[in-house]
């Protein structure tokens, strides 16, 4: 079994693209800034002069607490490369947005959350996020009162009470300015466009690049690519811009925008905020509303050239299958439970039939057929089945239509016109989600 990919004949280990991409040699991919103790003495850490020492003292509700401490902790590193980056920033203050402001930031992504409390004492702390997160879920449903006391912080809710190690204030990075405000997209349809986008996403961290969804911005329309080199997404949808004609590009972490964005759904708007710093200097930043303020969250791009992918979408098609997506998922997920570790499940189309085979020799062996409307010349081909899968539970109609040119060449899988029940396609949101899907060759 050979596998293939978008960028068929080309080496991808310093990511080479293909001629048809419009890009030939090697892309233009740097690692971004080691974080290393000079780099963060030299970018943004908080002066010895900008630490107030008075004491802290808050009550808040538990709830608005708990969801505004789990939100900013979500995006700590899991191994920081700094101690002080595991912790979470607590700032009481009367003229804060709300009183109250939780932040993290790992100088490649930031959080910050504001909470509605009222402050006795003004100051900052900063403690264990994950520590802190876990302490406020478990904790009885009761105001919360948290005091500075020296080195620690005393945590109440009821009967309950900890104590918590503080770490120096001093020592912690600044948290970047958000950008100016660039537009207000409809917060579900983001969130679940970029659920949809993120299918296609590279996972390789030595493939940076592939690791991140391009953001394209074309006046009202907002366009969403990722490729991982063996299938692309693309999405389109429809947004509020600041400015008209405004036309931009962003390369954002796949990671970080997927959580940003499924996070952000509380309130009816999320604005998107984008700076240009040169290239992969730039930041992107997220607002929404949530219960009791404010979630707010920045990233740095990526840096490098993403693949011109668009072309791989062919103008026209020489076969063309509407299937019952539903009928469709579930043949393919019990067919594909004889086919060996990267293998592909082979598909049929003729007569009105699709029919799905797996297995081979004197290994195991299945089969099924399943009722299509085909347009066309007969085709067989064949896939990962589990990259099948991704592309077709990403799919909101209830029929699919899957086009092809060749045998050899991607299909793209997208929903069959009309047939969405999605509340975007109700409101005339711009429409919707196509996946190209490289085959795999199947053994003669």
């Not at 366009?223 to 063996?230: E, V």
């Not at 992969?280 to 219960?291: D, M, S, V």
């Not at 840096?303 to 103008?315: A, I, Y």
């Not at 085709?379 to 991704?390: A, C, H, S």
Request: hydrophobic share 40%.
């Amino acid at each position: 079994m050979t596998t293939t990919h978008l960028y068929r004949d080309r080496s991808l280990v310093n990511v080479r693209c293909a001629s048809g991409l419009g890009m030939t040699g090697t892309a233009n991919v740097r690692r971004l800034p080691r974080v290393t103790a000079s780099w963060q003495d030299a970018h943004s850490r908080v002066q010895p002069s900008e630490v107030e020492n008075s004491s802290v003292k808050f009550s808040v509700d538990r709830d608005v607490l708990a969801d505004a401490v789990a939100w900013a902790a979500r995006s700590l590193p899991v191994r920081p490369s700094a101690p002080v980056l595991a912790g979470l920033l607590i700032d009481a203050s009367d003229s804060s947005h709300g009183g109250l402001v939780l932040s993290t930031f790992d100088y490649e992504t930031s959080a910050r959350a504001t909470v509605s409390a009222q402050v006795a004492d003004e100051g900052r702390a900063l403690v264990s996020g994950r520590l802190l997160a876990d302490i406020c879920r478990s904790l009885p449903a009761k105001p919360v009162e948290m005091t500075l006391d020296g080195t620690r912080v005393q945590l109440t809710c009821g009967a309950a009470r900890f104590s918590l190690q503080t770490m120096p204030v001093e020592d912690y990075p600044t948290l970047p300015q958000m950008p100016t405000a660039t537009g207000t997209v409809n917060s579900d349809h983001f969130a679940h466009a970029v659920a949809q986008a993120v299918t296609a996403a590279g996972r390789d961290d030595m493939l940076p690049v592939l690791t991140g969804v391009r953001i394209e911005i074309d006046g009202s329309t907002i366009s969403l690519l990722a490729t991982d080199r063996f299938r692309l997404s693309h999405r389109e949808l429809e947004w509020s811009p600041h400015t008209p004609d405004e036309s931009m590009a962003a390369l954002v972490p796949a990671r970080v925008l997927g959580d940003t964005a499924k996070s952000l759904t509380a309130g009816s708007e999320v604005t998107i905020a984008l700076a240009h710093g040169g290239s992969g200097e730039g930041i992107i930043g997220f607002e929404g509303q949530a219960p009791g303020g404010v979630r707010r969250t920045t990233t740095r791009l990526l840096d490098g050239e993403f693949p011109k992918v668009r072309s791989l979408f062919p103008p026209e098609h020489q076969t063309k299958a509407l299937v019952d997506k539903a009928a469709l998922i579930e043949s393919v997920k019990r067919v594909s439970l004889v086919a060996e570790r990267n293998t592909a499940v082979q598909l049929a189309f003729g007569d009105g039939v699709l029919t799905l085979d797996a297995g081979s020799g004197d290994e195991a062996q299945a089969s099924e057929a399943i009722e299509a409307d085909i347009t066309g010349e007969p085709i067989t081909t064949g896939f990962n089945p589990q990259f099948l899968l991704d592309g077709l539970t990403a799919i909101d109609e209830a029929v699919v239509e899957l086009a092809f040119t060749q045998a050899s060449k991607p299909v793209v899988i997208s929903g069959a016109a009309g047939e969405s029940g999605s509340s975007e396609a109700a409101t005339g949101a711009a429409p919707g989600f196509r996946y190209l899907l490289m085959p795999r060759r199947l053994l003669s």
